[in-house]
């Protein structure tokens, strides 16, 4: 039994307020220096007395504090938030699960708004049920807890947290948009427009805060309807795609997010700032759109509230006279810009008198406007990338294809990124022509000899980005504003030798990444590379919503969906981002009935990422429709021709049925006919999770329907379906020659399909194919499904991720020299997040981590590093990190407090290993474990004394 240390409660209060407001962060205290340290706060009984005077005291406090799912400071969110934390653990004994919690709220200056003391083990999703909160005002709250250990011979004395550290959120426009803010454009109309203001601020009051909250109308695959500038700075970009509100089951879609920042640090200490707006409506495509909306509330040390909103004060530039926007060849048909130095407004940002500004247009008020929400998930980050790796000058082998006598430079950022080029000329002539070819290739050599990798310093595959830019005299720089997807450009001068002097940067946007979030690292190189490169994209590639690429069609995708949520869930503690995403794609569906279909996991991914079912209960009746259950014929069984008339295998349009995609399964692997396994399995699965999270939201009757239609559809596929030689058909059996390829064992492996004795078979077929033939959709199926079950040491997993042929992400790395995942292994884009399925592979079955309960409540950890030696991974959780380090006779696991987690090591005598006595240790003592086939494991496992890790040993 563990030495509980025991204080009296005179003792414990004494060390807790021993913090002194020097021991807090100056960003987690909050802007206001007076804010001081919440008080610990002393559990009450009933009777009215204070808590037993046995009380150990933990010296740790909780961490991970999250308003909404966003880490502080939480910038835009509802009225009424939640709370989420991670419990710490207490400085001694073991398996410690939260009792009790105490959360406050309070203003900036230090008021109290909100406090409750809940005996609860709930440390997610605690719900504000206080006052009414001010809209676009800044709040701090704090938490404490009181755990106790889950183990009987550990039972004693609570263990009470200090206070967290304060965490910042500031609340969306929650009383409405100003009367006064308005949309406003250029009078010319057109794609671009320059806005901007001076805002003047008061001389003997202090600005105590400033927030900023921003929209544009443009198209959905534009990011930067709207570039926020002050004092020529650039604040930050949006608005992105819509989204329905969902928090609540509320699915009301939201056609015009907006975006909130924090600009206080750019308005303190300052007489004006000069706010300016550079902004980019809409091709065209679908009806022009054009328009910014945006308020500043401001509060002042005194206590008085200004607002400045987009009005009739604001002058505006028509910005096409210097971008001079023409149609692109790029698939998403966005003009790119043929920019001309000569018609910049020089200095227009920062407030320098510019010729062609003129009262801005002003359009519909935003108190009558619909679509106005605050987006659920964090900003988009824009950051410098500095200069290229490469930039040299190199011979034209056509200077045709530029123009005559070009100086060619050939530039290499070393990585893929989304973003744009800056170059900076000292000294430029006036009417100089520069192209700017930009791609994610480099040229081969030898296009038509597939085995020779060889390239020269010319941009390959361009997808239409390629612009002229026009030099002035003197000094100059021209930045691209709309965003691109590249890592090389060729820079071209035409019209006469290029500058003496000029450099060439880039600036990047990607979705929010926190790099302390994951890690992975192991003792197999290739394996490393093959995690960096899918993380890499995973943070790099994406944007507000995920995408097939935002190289080529930035269109969001189910499937594509599937993956890079998964993925992103697996390395960052960051849930919003997914939401926003799911809500917008199945609202705006896409044409693949098995696509479709995926719109129901993608719900139940959000319920076990968060624990609510708030998008479930949003879409009900559309994901109900969505399983396509209504394609069910006279057999019961889903029809192909249901959706497609010309069968299964017709194209294109609408109804249109996937597999998998470049390649599609050859013929060994997969028989198509009309009534296909897979498109059966992603109905029965979906209708399975849609009947539970109806019943998680109380409404029995629908989960009973669900249910019902589930049971039918598993009997016809039993009946008609299941050829037992190991699995499912591929169809009817009678329809397909009782063919059973790879393809379905992967998919029904994955869709839980396979009855529970038949699974080691159906796995064992699977992981004898191995990888080959699979697209990079498909992968992730085929990992996921080796996932499902420990049939080997795991040598299967290890395989399928360290392959080097062409087929395979060592390959792409090989012969592509590619820093992202790729579209397929045969070609497309360089930037497909699809492509991610490694990290699943990685962290779900090397390292053998399985979530069990919606917020990782419970999960286990079973190893299978084949044949590497040694590995380690950080994932993060809603509830906190796991860390698991693993050797081949050993499991250590960091266990998050209030979870519980299986711990497994290799090495039952059913493995390959016999004939050797096995003793198995934990933390030091011998243990009787549960054998699971080839693994031993401890479990109902909790979190370590001081949270040490958990070590599970064979020795």
Sequence with gaps: ????????????????????????????????????????????????????????????????????????????????????????PCAS?????????????????????????????????????????????????????????????????????????????????????????????????????????????????????????????????????????????????????GEAVVWGGNGSYQDKPYTAFDVTSSMQGKSSVVAAVQGLGSSGKGGPKAGVLLQFVIRFKSGKVVSVTTDHTWEAFDADRYYHPHPGSNWYLHKLEFTDARDEPVGWRTGAAASGFAPAKVGASASNATGLWPKMAEPVAVREVGAPSVLTRVASFNTSLFCPGAAVFYADFGREFQGGVRLSVAGGADGQRVVIVSGESRQRAYPKNKTNTDTLPFVGDTWGYNMTWTLRDGDQTIEQDAYMEFRYFNLVFCDGPPPTEFNVTAWQVEQAWDPADTAFTSSNATLNAVWELARYTIEAGILDTYTDSNTRERKPYEADGLVAATSRLWTQREYMWARHSHSYVIEHPTWPVEWVQISVLLAQLDYWATGTASLAKAYLPLLSNNTRWRDADGSGLLNCSAQTPNGCAARPGAGHHIVDWFPAPSGTMFHNSEHTSVNNAFCLRGLRDLSALAAVLGKTEVSAGLTAKADALAAAMQAQMWGGTPGFCDGVCSEVGNHSGVTTAAFTLFTDLVPTEAIPAVWKEAAAWGAEGFGDYGVFIYLSALNKFAGDDGTAMVTALTKCDPMSWCGEMKASNATMTRESWLGGTYSHPWGTGAITGVAGGVMGIAQTAPEFSTFTVKPRLGPVSSASILVPTLRGYINVTAGPSHTAVAIPCSTRASVCVLGSETSAVKGVLRTVVLDGVVVTPRVDNLHLCVDNLGCGSAGAPRTVRLV
């Design 1 to 88: 039994m563990p030495n509980f240390r025991v204080f009296s409660l005179a003792v414990a209060l004494a060390l807790l307020t021993s913090a002194t407001p020097a021991s807090i962060s100056a960003e987690n205290r909050g802007r206001d220096p007076s804010f001081k340290p919440i008080a610990p706060h002393v559990a009450i009984h009933n009777n009215g007395a204070a808590a037993s005077s046995m009380v150990t005291v933990n010296l740790g406090r909780p961490t991970g504090l999250l308003c909404n799912f966003r880490k502080s400071p939480a910038i835009g969110v509802t009225a009424t938030p939640t709370f989420s934390w991670i419990v710490p």
């Design 93 to 241: 004994g073991t398996d410690h699960e939260q009792t009790r919690f105490w959360i406050r709220v309070a203003n900036a200056t230090n008021g109290t708004v909100w406090e409750t003391d809940q005996a609860s083990p709930n440390s997610t999703n605690i719900l504000y049920t206080g006052p009414q909160l001010r809209g676009a005002t800044e709040y701090l709250w704090t938490v404490q807890t009181w755990t106790a250990s889950a183990t009987a011979m550990e039972r004693g004395a609570p263990c009470q947290s200090e206070p967290s550290e304060p965490a910042r959120f500031v609340t969306a426009l929650t009383d409405g948009w100003d009367s006064g803010a308005s949309w406003i454009w250029s009078s010319a109309g057109g794609t671009y427009a320059y806005l901007r203001k001076t805002i003047a601020l008061s001389a003997d009051d202090a600005v105590a805060s400033a927030f900023a909250f921003a929209t544009a109308k443009t198209d959905d695959w534009i990011l930067c309807g709207f570039k926020l500038y002050l004092e020529g700075a650039l604040v930050g970009v949006g608005p992105g795609r």
